[in-house]
């Protein structure tokens, strides 16, 4: 369907706050009728991993809400502490479970479900020595030319 | 509520859940069926309105009752 409206999202982060809009955005787009692309790119080739491995930091990240009011009075030193990072990640995974928030994993799944295109850039894969077979299926490689094959016609363009 | 011929128990399912198991319920429906369904987002109740409009199928209602929020659509 020409008529149909399009899509197109690059994702560059690979940390698990910023894995989350392209998703919800895609998944969401599918839903309400549009054709989606998402173009996997640096960072974001984490969130086509079979097991997505991504992790939150607080460090340089002030706008973050840490627990017992802790941006307040910890230092910001701190937070580059070892340990802190995973600490983070598993509380803020416990507090989106308490909150009805989708794993990373499931809205993925809704993607693929919804036959949003998802496209991994074949010279990150290369430059950082990652192994397709490490991906999901059904997933595509290609380069710029590839995404703007698509992103010209696009009604909507997101870089996240 | 009026009449309705499937019900979706969105409860306690946050941004984007509700509106694309919404979605996946009326994808398994014939046009003209009613879908009947419960959500505890706030959110949701101006997703569903835009829902509605994005799609095509009908909003017949929206409310809200103890703390649930309740919406009919209509499908196109």
């Given at each position: 369907m020409s008529d149909e409206k399009k899509l197109a999202i690059i994702a560059t982060k690979g940390t698990l706050d910023w894995g989350y809009p392209p998703f919800i955005l895609a998944s969401t787009a599918a839903a309400l009728g549009y054709e989606v692309e998402v173009f996997f790119t640096f960072y974001g080739?984490?969130?086509?991993?079979?097991?997505?491995d991504v992790k939150v930091s607080?460090?340089?990240?002030?706008g973050m809400p840490m627990p017992m009011a802790m941006d307040k009075w910890f230092p910001t030193l701190f937070t580059a502490l070892p340990g802190m990072e995973a600490m983070m990640t598993s509380m803020m995974k416990a507090k989106m479970k308490a909150k009805g928030v989708a794993s990373l994993e499931d809205l993925r799944e809704l993607c693929q479900e919804a036959e949003v295109k998802m496209i991994a850039c074949q010279m990150t894969v290369d430059l950082f020595d990652l192994?397709?077979?490490?991906f999901i299926d059904g997933i595509e490689f290609g380069g710029a030319a590839t995404f703007f094959e698509f992103a010209?016609?696009?009604?909507i363009t997101l870089f996240v | 509520m009026a009449d309705f011929d499937e019900e979706l128990d969105?409860?306690?399912?946050?941004c984007p859940l509700p509106i694309l198991r919404a979605k996946k319920a009326l994808a398994g429906m014939s046009s003209g069926q009613v879908l009947h369904i419960i959500a505890t987002d706030p959110g949701s109740v101006k997703d569903f309105e835009a829902f509605a409009k994005q799609t095509g199928n009908e909003l017949l209602e929206s409310k809200e009752a103890g703390g649930k929020f309740e919406f009919l659509i209509k499908k196109a």
């Open positions: 080739l984490q969130l086509l991993k079979k097991k997505i607080p460090l340089g990240n002030p192994n397709p077979s490490d010209g016609d696009a009604d | 969105a409860s306690s399912l946050n």
